[in-house]
C-alpha cells in the first residue's frame, strides 16, 4: 500500500513539474498606439502628441521625435525628424547606410537624444516646418501634420524627396494657447504666460524673436505684443534653441499660417527685398503654380510687408533669414477668409492635401537652387539684435531710448525711462536698413522681366522687385505680372500672420 501511494505521489509530482514546464510562456508585446484621425478632425494637444508617438514607433528606423521644451503650463513642445538617409534604416543598401550619418546623438546628460548637425561639405539638406504659433489658426496645425502623414504613411510617394533632404517639423509651437483657443476662446492668438502686476495674459510669440524686436508693439493688452524682452517666452527659447543647432543644416525654413492665401518671403520688419529676392520669388511661385494645378485656388506671392501692407518687426521668418542666414524662408498663408482660422472639419483634409502638393514643390526646388544662393558673404543686417547690458550691480535695466521705425510703418515703441537715481545701460539701435538699402540703390529700378525657360534666376540681369504682383506667371516664371486687372484676392486681408 505505502508502495502504491509513493508511486502515485512522485506520478503526481512528475506530472506537476512537467505541466509547468510545458507551459508556452507570453511574449513581451510591443506597445500599440492608436493611430489618431489627422485627416478629418481637429486633434487636441494629447492626440497630436500621440500620432508623433505612433509614427515613431512605427518607423523606428527613419522617423524620431524630439522634446525641445515646456510652455508655461507644463506642456511638452514636440519636434518630429524625419529623415531618410540615416545609418540606421534597414531600407538603404549596406553601401548608403556606411555612407549616412547616425539618426541622432545624445544629449549632454546622456538621456535626451538631439537631431544630429552634418558636417560634410553638402550638409545643407535639412527643411524646417513650423506652425501653430498662433493659437486660433487651427487649420495650420493639421496642414503641418498632413506634411508628416505624406512623408511617413505614404513616403512611397515621395522617396525621391526624402532621398535629398532631411525634415523637422514641429505641428504646434504654442499648446497652451492652443488648447485655450479650442476651450475658452476661439479668437485667442497669443500664449497663455501670465504677466505679473497686470491683468493680462500672453505675449504673441511671432514678435518675440531678436531682430529688429525693439520695433514691436510695446502695449501689454494688443493682440500682438512683443513680450518684455526678445525670447522671453518658453515657446520662442525652445525654438531658438533647435533652429540655433541646425542652423548650418537648414536649407528652408517654411512658417505656417492662416488666413491670407498667400506665400510670402522677407522682409517682414521693413519694405525693402532682401538680396537673393529673386530665388525666393521663384521657390513662393513654384508652390503657387502647383496648387493652382492641383485644384485651381490661386496664391498671391511676394513679400511680408509688401503683401500685408505694414511692417511687422521680431518675427521668425526674418529672425531664421536674417539672423541664422539660412538661404531660403517663407510663411505661408493657408486659405481663406471665407474660411477663417477654422475650417469646417470637412476642409481639412482638401486643404491639407492641395498645401502639400505647394510644399512638395517648394522644397524640390529648394533643393534646386541650393547652389544660387551663397549667403556667407553677405554683410549682416545692422541694428538688428536688441542690445540688453548688465549694469555693475548685475542687474539688467532699461533706457528711454526710442528706436527708429522701420522704413514704410509699423509701430515703434521705446522703453519708459528710469529714475536717474539708478545707474542704467543704454540699448542702442543702428540705421535698421543701411545696407540693404545700399545693396539696393546700386542699381536703379528697372521694369521686371520675365524669367527665361531654363535658367535660374541668377542668371537674369540683375533688376528690382515688383511692387505690385498680379494674376499671371508660373511656378518658374520669376514674379507675377499684371493684365490690367487685380488677383482674385487682392480684397483678403491678411489678418493672419500679423
Not at 512528475?14 to 478629418?40: A, E, F, G, M, Y
Amino acid at each position: 500500500m505505502l508502495g502504491t501511494k509513493s508511486v502515485r505521489t512522485i506520478t503526481k509530482q512528475t506530472t506537476t513539474k512537467s505541466q509547468s514546464r510545458d507551459t508556452p510562456i507570453t511574449p513581451l508585446r510591443r506597445v500599440i498606439i492608436p493611430r489618431p484621425d489627422i485627416l478629418h478632425t481637429y486633434l487636441e494637444y494629447k492626440h497630436i502628441n500621440q500620432y508623433m508617438e505612433y509614427l515613431s514607433n512605427r518607423y523606428p528606423h527613419f522617423v524620431h521625435m524630439y522634446t525641445l521644451g515646456h510652455t508655461h503650463e507644463k506642456r511638452e513642445i514636440r519636434a518630429l525628424e524625419i529623415n531618410w538617409m540615416n545609418s540606421q534604416n534597414v531600407e538603404l543598401s549596406t553601401q548608403m547606410r556606411e555612407q549616412s550619418p547616425p539618426p541622432f546623438v545624445a544629449g549632454n546628460a546622456g538621456h535626451d537624444a538631439l537631431p544630429v548637425v552634418h558636417n560634410a561639405s553638402h550638409s545643407r539638406n535639412t527643411v524646417f516646418i513650423e506652425a501653430g504659433t498662433h493659437a486660433r489658426e487651427w487649420i495650420s496645425i493639421s496642414t503641418a501634420l498632413n506634411c508628416i502623414y505624406q512623408l511617413t504613411e505614404r513616403y512611397t510617394r515621395n522617396i525621391d524627396v526624402l532621398r535629398k533632404l532631411r525634415f523637422i517639423i514641429v505641428p504646434l509651437v504654442n499648446p497652451d494657447g492652443y488648447e485655450y483657443s479650442r476651450t475658452k476662446n476661439p479668437n485667442w492668438r497669443k500664449n497663455r504666460r501670465t504677466h505679473k502686476s497686470t491683468k493680462f495674459v500672453g505675449t504673441d510669440c511671432n514678435r518675440n524673436y531678436d531682430i529688429f524686436w525693439a520695433s514691436g508693439a510695446g502695449k501689454i493688452n494688443r493682440n500682438t505684443y512683443k513680450g518684455d524682452r526678445p525670447f522671453s517666452e518658453l515657446e520662442t527659447r525652445a525654438m531658438r534653441n533647435i533652429l540655433d543647432r541646425l542652423s548650418p543644416n537648414l536649407l528652408f525654413f517654411l512658417s505656417l499660417h492662416s488666413y491670407g492665401q498667400s506665400i510670402m518671403y522677407p522682409w517682414g520688419y521693413c519694405r525693402d527685398a532682401p538680396q537673393y529676392w529673386r530665388e525666393l520669388s521663384s521657390l513662393a511661385n513654384s508652390g503657387r503654380s502647383a496648387i493652382k494645378s492641383y485644384n485651381g485656388r490661386e496664391y498671391r506671392t511676394g513679400s511680408i510687408s509688401c503683401l500685408t501692407k505694414r511692417t511687422i518687426a521680431g518675427s521668425v521668418v526674418d529672425y531664421v533669414y536674417g539672423v541664422l542666414r539660412v538661404p531660403m524662408a517663407l510663411v505661408m498663408e493657408l486659405p481663406s477668409r471665407e474660411l477663417g482660422f477654422q475650417p469646417p472639419v470637412e476642409m481639412i483634409s482638401q486643404i491639407g492635401h492641395e498645401s502639400w502638393y505647394g510644399i512638395r514643390e517648394m522644397c524640390k526646388r529648394s533643393y534646386d537652387l541650393r547652389t544660387q544662393i551663397n549667403r556667407d558673404n553677405e554683410p549682416p543686417l545692422q541694428g538688428a539684435h536688441y542690445v540688453l547690458e548688465v549694469s555693475n550691480e548685475g542687474s539688467m535695466t532699461t533706457t528711454n531710448e526710442k528706436p527708429p521705425a522701420p522704413d514704410g510703418g509699423g509701430d515703434a515703441t521705446g522703453a519708459k525711462s528710469t529714475p536717474k537715481k539708478k545707474k542704467r545701460v543704454k540699448r542702442t539701435m543702428r540705421a535698421q536698413h543701411e545696407t540693404i538699402l545700399r545693396l539696393q540703390s546700386s542699381k536703379p529700378a528697372t521694369k521686371p522681366k520675365s524669367l527665361p525657360a531654363g535658367l535660374f534666376p541668377r542668371q537674369i540681369p540683375n533688376s528690382a522687385p515688383p511692387s505690385r504682383l498680379g494674376r499671371g506667371g508660373g511656378g518658374d516664371g520669376l514674379l507675377l505680372t499684371t493684365n490690367g486687372k487685380p488677383p482674385i484676392s487682392s480684397t483678403m486681408p491678411l489678418g493672419v500672420f500679423l
